[in-house]
């Protein structure tokens, strides 16, 4: 067939299938992941029942989700209820798109890039695409036509809109010190700095990962969605496979948050000190790992992390979840923006 | 603020601490039990299903008097024997409602036979049916068969074994060099 | 009785709630009718008789020993110190002594029944401001609790322990070694929730400040046990009026300054470490002898009015007895629980906070509502 064909239809298109397939999978067993750490956490063993060692929990969970009764509250907004889960889970899921998993391999001749496009703007995309997932929220809460389902959508909407701006101020010294926008661009000037860019940002790290775990209304900033409190939240009238998509978006987001800390901070899928200690990646022992395996391995920390904070602590009360977004992170961030940029300046010239 | 006050609130080490404790336990042993594979066992005097023997039972009715929620039903006539014309009561129905029993033991502390006629000292908690009103009244027969009772592993229904031997532990108590304080089923 | 708004006028800017009564941080059936202007709220109304199951009715119509199964399932968290209770305002009535060994079991148990409340209470009230960790660990050191409870009495929760003049049985062999052993392993415990909670900033911007009770208010209220404690004041019954041999034990009440939730939680884990104390002393100390005084089969009261209270780990636990002279069971049979003089203080320790504040405040009070309606 024809190159063009092939390179913008046919690659394309399998590279779409296998990560769509790869992140629904990756997302249900996220769920069976967390029940399993968080036991551990706490002197007890997951679920262990289903399957083997309990590994086919999801899709027990799953069957579960599909054949539960479809309740559609008589006096909500029909169109706008059916439309606020897709609104969440769509831009989690779009958001990978952009997101680089490993270096350019090449099979039957040709170079294949593990990710699906190398956008200049990649970081912006990013950014914006997930702030539609407030939407989702606020459609959610307020479609349900219960003034509770209302006040817990607008808390969670209000939460996650505050704490994007610190975390978009925090990713700017990223870019500062990398001097590009696209993700690849990233984790290239990464290898040529020879750090990952944790090291010199560390304060730039420490307020995205917090900015990213209020994104995604997780522990210690989840009271949006916490059983013990008032109100039910925003997912209080959804069943069935709707309810499940609210989760998924949730895991998704905590994906999402793990990728671009992984690419930004942690230099994506190179190796430690990939230039320092190129000899020893390049010996025989080790030069099979593929990039993609590093990435999925700091990945997995990262989650293990999220899951590790759930735990472990309280959670904050929203006033105070506010302040410490508003009076300390904003700050703090444009310091720190102020601070890179200065070290660029004096370091590079 | 102080500088020290700022960086203390800046790096939370309070959190890490925190963390710290709950991350060992990701890597210590789990101590769960996975029944109904494995079952833990409860202690000698645990009070579980009732056991009774009829040949033991000299039909004083204490026990009756001492249930709170009188959920013991004796009935029993006074029969003559024809030949010694001695008189001798008989039981007709001994009966336990044990869906309203609360496993108090008042009845087990005031039978005055010695070993006792009835004791709920026997491991036994598996008694759960699917009916409540018919299966979980046990008449004299069915506190004797234990039917419809999952004996705990290695005791035996009162029709065929013996009931724990000094559950309360006066026994021992009054002759210390006499083992165990209390010897199972 | 059916709840109506609160006032039949109410201004637009608030909003009525009902918050429970199945609710996974009420502890129980408690209902409380919320007056909210936005998050703050304006006026908390408790309800509560969801769990009435007629108990101080029931106690006129049985024996005194009958009466014994029926106290454990008040304060169904701490069933050895509501046995305790009823044993010893039956035992100042009739005017027996217990023997000595008797009085130090009794005292071990209720102390190691004191500990396993206040560890329930920390998982609750832990779980209720979202660190879901400590449940687990402090129910895997309560479940050791509940072994030797079952290893000397035959039953985890509603235990049925005492005995009017003393106690049923003897210990079991190797109990006295299990306790000891127990007792030398907790306080580590105590030391890993501490790390966890006590200074972890998120707990303290919580706690801190959150229903604050002044001394005045807490005597005026008539608050007793850890509420009353966290607030300043130094009263505990077994100091106060001491009961089974109390008065020979050397431990220390803790007190708090500023009367917040906070203190309260701090009240608490050292109760929880002179509690260790005692039962160490007692083991140490514990006499020979007869468990059980002389008291006859039946047991008839003369005629008489008695009140005796004893520290239940919630607070003051209270018994009026009213006997008429040769009978068999009670006239009547008050029980004056803790939870319910506590929980009066509720809406004025909520007034002016936010709603995220009142699931803090009741954790922080430490109610059963078995006790409480009884």
């Not at chain 3, 046995?83 to 079991?105: D, S, W």
């Not at chain 3, 468990?291 to 004893?310: D, F, H, N, T």
Request: hydrophobic residues 45%; neutral net charge.
């Amino acid at each position: 067939m024809s190159e063009a064909l092939l390179l913008y239809l046919v690659i394309p298109l399998v590279k779409i299938v296998v990560l769509l397939a790869l992140l629904l999978l990756l997302v249900a067993y996220l769920t069976f992941f967390e029940r399993k750490i968080l036991a551990y956490l706490q002197v007890r063993i997951g679920p262990n029942r289903v399957g083997p060692r309990g590994w086919l929990q999801p899709v027990a969970d799953g069957l579960k989700l599909f054949v539960k009764e479809d309740l559609i509250p008589t006096s909500a907004q029909r169109f706008v209820f059916l439309l606020a889960p897709c609104l969440i889970i769509v831009p989690a899921l779009v958001v990978f798109a952009v997101v680089p998993f490993g270096e350019p391999f090449t099979m039957a001749g040709r170079t294949i890039t593990p990710y699906l496009a190398d956008v200049n703007i990649a970081l912006l995309f990013v950014l914006a695409v997930s702030s539609i997932g407030v939407y989702g929220i606020i459609l959610g809460g307020w479609s349900s036509n219960n003034k509770f389902s209302l006040m817990g959508g607008l808390r969670s909407a209000a939460q996650m809109i505050s704490y994007e701006v610190p975390m978009g101020f925090a990713v700017i010294a990223v870019v500062l010190m990398s001097g590009s926008l696209s993700l690849v661009g990233i984790v290239e000037a990464q290898r040529a700095a020879h750090v990952w860019f944790v090291l010199p940002g560390i304060l730039a790290f420490g307020i995205y990962f917090l900015c990213g775990v209020a994104e995604t209304n997780r522990n210690p900033f989840d009271l949006p969605e916490a059983e013990s409190e008032l109100v039910g939240g925003f997912h209080t009238e959804y069943s069935g496979m709707k309810f499940a998509f609210f989760f998924l978006a949730e895991y998704a987001n905590m994906l999402v948050v793990s990728s671009l800390a992984t690419v930004m901070f942690f230099g994506g899928w190179l190796p430690p000190l990939p230039n320092l200690l190129a000899p020893l990646w390049a010996s025989p022992a080790l030069v099979w790992i593929p990039g993609v395996v590093w990435f999925a391995a700091k990945v997995a920390v990262f989650i293990v992390v999220y899951i590790w904070f759930r735990g472990t602590f309280p959670r904050y009360r929203f006033d105070q979840l506010m302040q410490i977004g508003w009076k300390w992170l904003i700050p703090l961030s444009l310091a720190n923006v102020l601070a890179v940029g200065l070290g660029v300046l004096i370091l590079r010239g | 603020m102080t500088f020290k006050d700022f960086f203390s609130r800046l790096i939370p080490l309070d959190l890490f601490k925190g963390l710290g404790v709950t991350g060992a336990y990701l890597l210590k042993r789990k101590e769960t039990v996975q029944y109904p594979e494995k079952r833990l066992e409860p202690s000698d005097r645990f009070r579980g299903m009732f056991g009774y023997d009829s040949e033991r039972c000299i039909d004083c009715g204490l026990c009756a008097k001492a249930c709170p929620i009188n959920i013991i039903y004796i009935v029993d006539h006074v029969e003559v024997d024809p030949d010694t014309k001695k008189k001798r009561k008989v039981i007709d129905r001994y009966d336990i409602d044990v869906k309203r029993c609360m496993f108090c033991g008042l009845c087990e502390e005031a039978c005055p036979t010695e070993p006792r006629s009835i004791w709920l000292t026997s491991k036994t908690y598996e008694t759960a049916t699917y009916e409540r009103n018919e299966r979980l009244y046990f008449t004299k027969e069915r506190l004797q068969s234990w039917e419809g009772v999952t004996a705990f592993p290695g005791v035996v229904s009162p029709e065929d074994g013996q009931r724990p031997d000094d559950p309360t532990g006066k026994k021992a108590a009054a002759a210390p060099d006499a083992g165990d304080g209390g010897g199972a089923s | 009785m059916t709840a109506g708004p609160l006032t039949p006028l109410y201004d637009s800017d608030e909003m009525e709630l009902s918050f429970g009564p199945q609710h996974p941080s009420t502890h129980g059936v408690l209902r409380v009718m919320l007056k909210l202007d936005g998050e703050k709220i304006l006026d908390a109304k408790p309800i509560i008789g969801y769990l009435h199951r007629g108990t101080e009715k029931l106690f006129e119509t049985m024996a005194f020993p009958q009466c014994l199964p029926h106290t454990d399932r008040m304060d169904y968290v701490a069933a050895a110190t509501n046995n305790q209770g009823f044993c010893v305002t039956m035992e100042k009535l009739l005017g027996v002594t217990i023997p000595p060994r008797a009085a130090y079991i009794r005292m071990i148990l209720a102390e190691l029944q004191r500990i396993a409340s206040h560890l329930v209470w920390l998982a609750t009230h832990a779980i209720d401001l979202g660190a879901i960790t400590p449940f687990f660990y402090t129910f895997r050191e309560r479940d050791a609790i509940l072994d030797l409870f079952e290893e000397y009495c035959g039953a985890r929760l509603t235990l049925n322990t005492m005995k009017i003049g003393g106690l049923p049985f003897e210990l079991p062999a190797g109990w006295l070694e299990r306790c000891s052993a127990y007792v030398d392993e907790f306080p580590s415990h105590i030391d890993e929730y501490e790390e966890l909670l006590t200074n972890n900033r998120i707990w303290r911007q919580r706690t801190i400040g959150i229903g604050v009770v002044s001394p005045e208010d807490a005597v005026e209220w008539g608050l007793t046990g850890p509420p009353l404690r966290g607030s300043g004041i130094k009263w505990d019954i077994r100091k106060v009026f001491p009961y089974d041999r109390y008065d020979e034990i050397d431990f220390e009440v803790p007190v708090g300054t500023n009367g917040d939730t906070y203190d309260r939680y701090l009240v608490r884990m050292v109760e929880m470490r002179q509690s260790v104390r005692i039962i160490r002393q007692c083991l140490d100390r514990l006499p020979d002898g007869p468990i059980m005084a002389r008291v006859p089969k039946v047991l008839r009261a003369q005629e008489g009015m008695v009140y005796a209270s004893v520290e239940a780990p919630k607070g003051e636990l209270g018994y009026f007895l009213v006997t008429t002279d040769k009978s068999t069971q009670p006239y009547r049979c008050h029980v004056r629980p803790p939870s319910f003089v506590n929980l009066q203080m509720l809406p004025e320790m909520v007034r002016g906070h936010l709603v995220a504040d009142l699931v803090a405040v009741i954790g922080t009070l430490d109610i059963v509502l078995g006790e409480i309606d009884r």
